[in-house]
């Protein structure tokens, strides 16, 4: 049996590498570390990329899956569902490092696997609708910046791409301001003012990456 780390990495902000430190921080123990890179978990799914379909040939009953969250399966709801079932059909456990859920198909009393899989169709939901949310949110801050080009692009933002996508994801999961703050390294008053002015958040991070 091992226990097999699954990282898709977006954006150049983000790096397997981190992952795989917040899971061993989190307590795992990793054997080995799967990685797909550049990779959009909207339009993509999971055995549609490169490193995907290696984990489907590698996972085999009693091994463990751990993902940062689910959202690093794939962002459709259907896909990440399909494959959360999929793996537990075949024996895999499946756990995450952000609030440390565990699924598995060991369960044979149906209302906890009625529970498990409503928390499962919750947290595809979730990803598929913050993913969205993103590229509304974003498309408008890049609309914006590109209204005001040539204009000065004000100070530069004090987080990165990726720490204003992990501050939103905490946010969305209802996480406190402190812990949000522990987790992305950033100052609580950042945090505040991102979720008091979202659009205004990804307007300076697109007003800086044009």
């Given at each position: ?51 995907g ?60 696997q ?16 913050q ?71 990804e ?8």
């Amino acid at each position: 049996m091992q226990t097999i780390l699954y990282a898709r990495v977006s954006t150049a902000d983000q790096t397997s590498a981190h992952q795989r430190t917040l899971a061993e921080k989190a307590g795992f123990k990793i054997d080995e570390v799967v990685a797909d890179e550049g990779v959009s978990g909207i339009t993509t799914c999971l055995r549609d990329r490169p490193q995907g379909r290696r984990l489907f040939d590698m996972l085999r009953s009693g091994d463990t899956l751990v993902v940062r969250w689910v959202d690093r399966l794939g962002r459709n709801y259907v896909d990440v569902c399909d494959t959360i079932r999929e793996f537990m059909r075949r024996g895999v456990i499946i756990r995450t490092v952000i609030n440390g859920l565990t699924f598995d198909g060991a369960t044979t009393d149906p209302m906890q696997q009625a529970v498990r899989d409503a928390l499962i169709g919750f947290m595809a939901a979730t990803a598929q609708a913050q993913a969205e949310a993103n590229r509304i949110t974003q498309r408008s801050g890049i609309d914006h910046a590109k209204e005001r080009e040539g204009a000065y692009r004000g100070r530069k933002p004090s987080f990165t791409k990726a720490e204003l996508d992990a501050v939103r994801d905490g946010l969305s999961r209802g996480d406190g301001i402190s812990g949000i703050a522990a987790g992305t390294g950033l100052s609580r008053q950042t945090i505040y003012r991102i979720r008091d002015t979202p659009a205004e958040a990804e307007a300076a991070i697109a007003r800086w990456t044009l």
